[in-house]
């Protein structure tokens, strides 16, 4: 079984940040496409942001104020949260994906208040 190991999550003030951290064993990371999901009380899960070696991806919901990185020597790979609204209070998974293979993280509780 592939553990994907989130850290990160947490209550930020609108306006604040956060940053997201997955950690994934080496033979995953550096050949699946690696992502952000996340997943509101009653929605579906939707994509944040992914990554490939051929570049990055967003929501349009997210462009500008998420940044999307790896570090391929720490097999890790990280989302920047910047300008944090309300409606991104979510369950952030991290997501490895290999044609029909995905592998998911446990998730991890991001909620936007004051």
């Known amino acids: 079984q592939v553990q994907l190991v989130e850290s990160g999550g947490g209550l930020v003030q609108p306006g604040g940040s956060l940053r997201l951290s997955c950690a994934a064993p080496?033979?995953?990371?550096?050949?699946?496409?690696m992502g952000w999901y996340r997943q509101a009380p009653g929605k579906q899960r939707e994509l944040v942001a992914s990554?490939?070696?051929?570049?990055?991806n967003y929501a349009d919901s997210v462009k500008g104020r998420f940044s999307i990185s790896r570090d391929n020597a720490k097999n890790t790979m990280y989302l920047q949260m910047n300008s944090l609204k309300p409606e991104d209070t979510a369950v952030y998974y991290c997501?490895?994906?290999?044609?029909?293979?995905?592998?998911w993280g446990q998730g991890t509780q991001v909620t936007v208040s004051s």
């Open positions: 990554t490939t070696s051929g570049g990055t």
């Open positions: 080496g033979s995953i990371f550096s050949m699946y496409v």
């Open positions: 997501n490895a994906r290999f044609a029909a293979i995905n592998f």
